[in-house]
């Protein structure tokens, strides 16, 4: 599935054209086509195979790209379009690391209720900061990467045992990607979040619940949820999102100085996830509970460094009446989805295929598209038992 992009979006994205442009190089998505930034502009950070040295060059490189770029398309480029059903696209950045954060309240509340029956659904510390864990920068893959159904060790009754996971389930969320690296040491206000995120990228976070139940206590998830993450092969500029921000939800109790947030940095967007062609859920990301400049400001609360294609991702997005993952729609697989071909669902088989995409409505009254994020569930390989 590839999306068309209007004007007012101008995503980012690295392609290829087999026969004409074999080396990787950064275009930006108008409607059915990419325009090749190196052909236009000639500038080496456009003739790259990643976005990572254009992303590195900070705010105001990003805010003048975007300019000459709506400058040439006003001018005219049709000698630099290259037809998007013609390009191969590729990993937009390289990621340097991952991280990946629980943030929204009712998916929070909802895992609570289905993982820890009559206890409190919510534990104390997810109030006070955001809740996050540490992935696998090597295993992030571009959107249409095949996602192989991974091994690991979980319990059947009261035996362990090793094999293909049997609770398969994927997160809607979004990522956002550092472009302007820190200092170790050097920790970053919610207030300079701008100037160090690049932008947004479709996340479908792919979770072996089995394996991640067995393993997460006492040290959190670990093989359960590093075996795939994918993304959308568009990076779509922060900038375009500003007629999108909404205030975020108000935040009881009191969070630390660190976490204070000036102006509105919720996001008005409508993720729309779907199971073989059929959409089973439409979550809101205006009702995370901790916000983007949050997250960053806590992920370098401690000192610790980002780097250029630092890729964090939101957590599964689910509001009140949407849910954005597997294991709440179907309360861990025991109250199966039916598809509207008759086929039933508690958690994915081989060769389901799980499509995002998302909508942002802008105060301007101009709906825009974040793109989409695909992948195919291939069986389990082989294993040495």
Not at 52 to 77: K, Y
Not at 144 to 156: I, K, S
Not at 273 to 291: A, E
Not at 360 to 375: E, F, K, P, Q
């Amino acid at each position: 599935m590839r999306s068309r992009f209007g004007r007012q979006e101008l995503p980012y994205g690295v392609f290829t054209v087999p026969g004409r442009t074999d080396e990787p190089r950064v275009g930006v998505a108008v409607d059915d086509d990419i325009l090749d930034l190196y052909a236009i502009f000639r500038d080496p950070v456009f003739g790259q195979p990643s976005l990572n040295a254009f992303m590195a060059q900070g705010r105001e490189a990003w805010t003048s790209a975007r300019a000459r770029i709506r400058t040439a398309l006003e001018q005219g480029v049709s000698e630099y379009l290259v037809p998007i059903d013609q390009a191969v696209l590729h990993l937009p950045f390289e990621v340097a690391d991952f991280a990946d954060f629980n943030s929204s309240k009712q998916h929070a509340t909802n895992t609570g209720r289905i993982l820890r029956p009559g206890q409190e659904p919510i534990r104390q510390n997810w109030w006070h900061l955001p809740l996050g864990y540490h992935g696998r920068a090597g295993t992030v893959v571009v959107s249409g990467t095949p996602v192989v159904r991974p091994h690991g060790q979980y319990l059947e009754g009261d035996a362990v045992v090793f094999g293909p996971t049997t609770c398969l389930d994927v997160e809607a969320e979004l990522g956002f990607v550092v472009g302007r690296g820190s200092a170790l040491g050097e920790p970053i206000p919610t207030a300079d979040f701008a100037d160090h995120v690049f932008g947004v990228v479709l996340v479908l976070d792919w979770s072996a619940r089995d394996v991640q139940a067995f393993e997460t206590v006492p040290l959190g998830p670990f093989l359960g949820k590093s075996f795939a993450t994918t993304i959308s092969a568009w990076a779509y500029p922060l900038e375009a999102l500003e007629s999108a921000r909404v205030p975020a939800p108000a935040q009881t109790p009191h969070v630390p100085d660190y976490l204070q947030v000036e102006g509105s940095w919720g996001f008005d967007v409508r993720l729309e996830l779907s199971l073989n062609g059929s959409v089973i859920s439409r979550p809101r990301f205006d009702s995370m509970y901790w916000t983007p400049p949050q997250q960053l400001a806590h992920l370098t609360v401690n000192g610790a460094r980002v780097r250029t294609g630092d890729l964090y991702a939101s957590g599964t997005v689910s509001d009140a009446d949407e849910f954005g993952s597997l294991l709440e729609l179907t309360f861990d697989g025991t109250r199966p989805l039916t598809l509207p071909d008759g086929t039933m669902r508690g958690y994915l088989e081989d060769g389901d295929e799980v499509t995002l995409t998302a909508i942002a409505n802008g105060t301007d009254g101009i709906r825009l598209r974040l793109g989409d994020v695909s992948g195919v569930v291939l069986p389990a390989r082989d294993r040495a038992r």
